[in-house]
T-cell receptor, first 113, second 110 residues
Framework: DAMVIQNPRYQVTQFGKPVTLSCSQT?????MYWYQQKSSQAPKLLFH???????NEADTPDNFQSRRPNTSFCFLDIRSPGLGDAAMYLC????????????FGPGTRLTVL | KNQVEQSPQSLIILEGKNCTLQ??????????LRWYKQDTGRGPVSLTI?????NTKSNGRYTATLDADTKQSSLHITASQLSDSASYIC?????????FGTGTSLTVIP
């Protein structure tokens, strides 16, 4: 049974055209994360929510925004995608930030034309 | 600087053989060390998670070890299978920060 669901799995957008990626979880976990992963690189944390508390990484570009309207859903908004934003975007959850396993979704592959 | 380095970068082994992947870190102090398996085009899947006080943790054919004194961890895979072909990522967490290694790409050939 899918526990962390990401939609869509593949997203194609045009340079500068806003795009939203979605993540939902059935685990009722407190913490949700968004990562960016480029080819042959480790995932890079963009931001995370602990409940409704938003935590932005210092080097996350302003072009990236996030929303968490409720426990189950979290969205990643890219306001003006550039060619350098083409990557796999991974959503993850954990019950607690420090001590628990992170459960990752299958990812959304973003292509920017 | 908090860093996590993995070696080798890539590895090819024959099916049925054992292998060991290495993770060296400078994150200190740390809360947990995790090993993940990531299949191509998929999200990472947790294999093991260890606190700083644990020395070893097993999950089937996967065994992780941790030496907090030397700041080293290893992931040992026993009797490898073709389905073990994937990237293996070491992640060290400190409070609410997660430090990822760049992974080891393992290919198991028949």
């Amino acid at each position: 049974d899918a526990m962390v669901i990401q939609n869509p799995r593949y997203q194609v957008t045009q340079f500068g055209k806003p795009v939203t990626l979605s993540c939902s979880q059935t685990l009722n976990h407190n913490v949700m994360y968004w990562y960016q992963q480029k080819s042959s690189q480790a995932p890079k944390l963009l931001f995370h929510y602990y409940d409704k508390d938003f935590n932005n990484e210092a080097d996350t570009p302003d072009n990236f925004q996030s929303r968490r309207p409720n426990t189950s859903f979290c969205f990643l908004d890219i306001r003006s995608p550039g060619l350098g934003d083409a990557a796999m975007y991974l959503c993850a959850t954990s019950r607690d930030a420090e001590t628990d396993t992170q459960y990752f979704g299958p990812g959304t592959r973003l292509t920017v034309l | 600087k908090n860093q996590v380095e993995q070696s080798p970068q890539s590895l090819i082994i024959l099916e049925g053989k054992n292998c060991t992947l290495q993770c060296n870190y400078t994150v200190s102090p740390f809360s947990n060390l995790r090993w993940y398996k990531q299949d191509t085009g998929r999200g990472p899947v947790s294999l093991t998670i260890m606190t700083f006080s644990e020395n070893t943790k097993s999950n089937g054919r996967y065994t992780a070890t941790l030496d907090a004194d030397t700041k080293q961890s290893s992931l040992h895979i026993t009797a490898s299978q073709l389905s073990d072909s994937a990237s293996y990522i070491c992640v060290v967490s400190k409070r609410n920060q997660f430090y990822f290694g760049t992974g080891t790409s393992l290919t198991v050939i028949p």
